[in-house]
Structure formats: C-alpha cells, structure tokens
C-alpha cells in the first residue's frame, strides 16, 4: 500500500473525519492559527520545525557577548540547537529501529522530529496531528527535503490511530501528552505497538511531591489550553497498559538553561517565568519516559 491511497475520496481529497470532541475542535483550531516567531525563526534555521522546548548547556561561546551585532542570530540558532538536541534524545531510547520498520509520531506538531527519526533510522514515520495547517505543513516540508516517501503527517486523532494491531515498532508523544486522558491514550499506543516495541513521551508534567498542581503549572495549562498531568499518572496508566518502564529521566537541570537563555532573547513569549519559576520550586518537572511494551 502506498502512503497516499488509503483515507483518500474519488475527489482525490483526505477524508478527514470532524474532531472526536469539542475540545479537541478548540486544539485543532488552537494549533491551525499557532505562528509565534519563536517557533518560525527558529525552525528557519535549517528548516526543522519544532514545537518542543531544549535540553543540553548552552554553548556561550557560540552566542557571543551581549553587544555582538550578532547576538541575537546566534541566540536563535543555539536555541534551535537544543530543540533538535531534545528531540536526538528522544530518538535514542527509541533503541535499534530497523529500515523496514514503521514508527509513529503522535501529536507530530510541524513534523521537524519525524524527519529526524527517518535520517536517522532510514524507515517510514507516521505523523499524527489535529491540525490541517500542521500536516500540510510538514508534508510539504518532507517533500522539500526529499523525504516524502518516507515521512507522512496525517489530521487524525492519537486516541484511534490508523494503523492496524501490533503493527509499529515504536511510537513517542513529544509534549502531545498533556492534550488527551493518559488511560486512552497509553490503551492506543500499546494496541498499535509490536511486543518488544518501545514508546518514549518527553513531557512536562507536575510533581505529585508537591501536593497539586502550583499556580505556574495552572498558568501553563492556560497560556496552552492543556491539562498537564502528574508523574504519578503516567506511570499508572503505562502500567494498566502492558507499558513497563525502561527508563525515567528528570530532564528539569537539563532544560532550565534553555529557558534561562530563551528569557533573554527577543522571542520571549511571557511564559517563560512559569517554566523557570515551577522548574526551581520543584512542582514541575521535564521528564522523560521509554517504556518497553509487552
Ligand atoms: C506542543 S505540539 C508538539 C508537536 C511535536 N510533537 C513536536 O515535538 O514538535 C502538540 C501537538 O499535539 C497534537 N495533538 C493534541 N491532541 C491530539 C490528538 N488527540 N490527536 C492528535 N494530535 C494531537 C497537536 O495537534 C500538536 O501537533
Ligand atoms: C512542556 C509542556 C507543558 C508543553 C505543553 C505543550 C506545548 C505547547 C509545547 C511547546 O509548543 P511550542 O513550541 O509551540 O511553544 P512555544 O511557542 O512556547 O515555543
Ligand atoms: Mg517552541
């Protein structure tokens, strides 16, 4: 079967089912008008486009001194390199995928990771996204890097996903998980995935060692229209839903400098305080979750 003859009318267009729920409708609507520079700029970098935060120490010797003319270029592209350092570590607990191999991006944004995963491993990815703008977007971008064979964003919802039973190798949500009920959505994943297949989320998520979600964890869910959910929950759901943790990484020290360093750019979008300030009180975390299904 090829990539493009399924879910496609006479009319030659996707048939494209309406939104599950009314929520849902406000996430596909939330992310078809989505333009902030921050993401634009900085996937113009090299044309991987990212809707995902940075890991790794900033390289400030690549940045240079505040009154370089410069600066904010090179503050652009530093961020950009973290964004991608995020998504290679995301893909390396993935653990050995084969050419043959179908992998799958649920909530896949403007696709920038999926590309990265076919680069990298040289196999087909799915992407799955609410919103129209997003998949053609990132289908389009697969066709200018010359990956369009491989790399295909559909407009379907990760709570039923189009692939059949045991059929995929490994599946990640990159910050997608705060959009749907964990139960429903590690059900989906573990029905689609192979046994022995790997699923890996990075996430934020509130830290039940806090007591409840503090006011900056409310503000992110606001400024998103999200519903960050607790560590504690994702490791229940993974575990009604034959998912056995591998591994469970704190990203938060790891993160904190790209938000550190974000604040001081021209790109701020206001959110970063909530990031830095629940980071620091310990009531939000950056962590990152593979999971071996069995
Ligand atoms: C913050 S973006 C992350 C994008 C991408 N993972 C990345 O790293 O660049 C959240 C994504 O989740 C998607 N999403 C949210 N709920 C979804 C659902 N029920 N089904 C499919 N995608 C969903 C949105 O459409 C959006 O593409
Ligand atoms: C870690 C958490 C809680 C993430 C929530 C999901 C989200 C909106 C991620 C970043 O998207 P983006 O790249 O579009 O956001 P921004 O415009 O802030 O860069
Ligand atoms: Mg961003």
Redesign the pocket.
């Given at each position: 079967m090829s990539l493009t003859d399924d879910l496609t009318t006479a009319a030659g267009h996707a048939a494209i089912p309406g939104p599950a729920t009314p929520y849902q409708g406000d996430i596909a609507r939330y992310w078809d008008h989505?333009a902030?520079p921050?993401?634009l700029r900085l996937g113009d970098v090299d044309g991987l486009y990212?809707?995902?935060?940075g890991i790794g120490p900033v390289d400030r010797a690549a940045i240079g001194d505040p009154a370089d003319s410069e600066r904010e270029k090179k503050v652009i592209t530093e961020l950009h390199r973290l964004e991608s350092a995020q998504a290679d570590v995301l893909l390396d607990h993935l653990g050995p995928i084969t050419p043959d191999a179908m992998l799958v991006d649920a909530g896949c944004g403007r696709g920038g990771s999926m590309v990265m995963a076919h680069q990298r491993f040289g196999c087909r990815v799915e992407g799955l996204t609410l919103s129209t703008k997003q998949a053609d977007f990132g289908n389009q971008r697969a066709r200018e890097l010359g990956v369009g064979d491989f790399v295909r964003s559909r407009v379907c919802n990760m709570l039923d996903m189009p692939f059949e039973t045991g059929s995929v190798a490994g599946s990640w949500n990159n910050?997608?998980s705060?959009y749907v009920d964990l139960h429903d959505l590690f059900a989906e994943h573990s029905r689609v995935l192979a046994v022995g297949g790997r699923y890996v989320t990075i996430?934020?998520c509130w830290n039940p060692a806090y007591g409840q979600p503090s006011k900056w964890v409310s503000q992110?869910n606001a400024h998103?229209e999200?519903n960050?959910h607790s560590r504690r929950e994702y490791l229940r759901a993974m575990a009604d839903n034959r998912l056995v943790p591998q591994a469970v990484i704190d990203l938060t020290p790891d993160t904190l400098p790209y938000w550190e360093l974000r604040a001081t750019s021209s790109l701020v979008?206001g959110?970063e305080e909530a990031f830095i300030n629940s980071y620091k009180d310990g009531s939000f975390q950056?962590v990152l979750i593979a999971a071996d299904r069995v």
């Open positions: 989505e902030r921050v993401n990212h809707h995902h935060y910050e997608s705060m996430t934020g992110i998103f999200c960050i979008t959110i950056y």
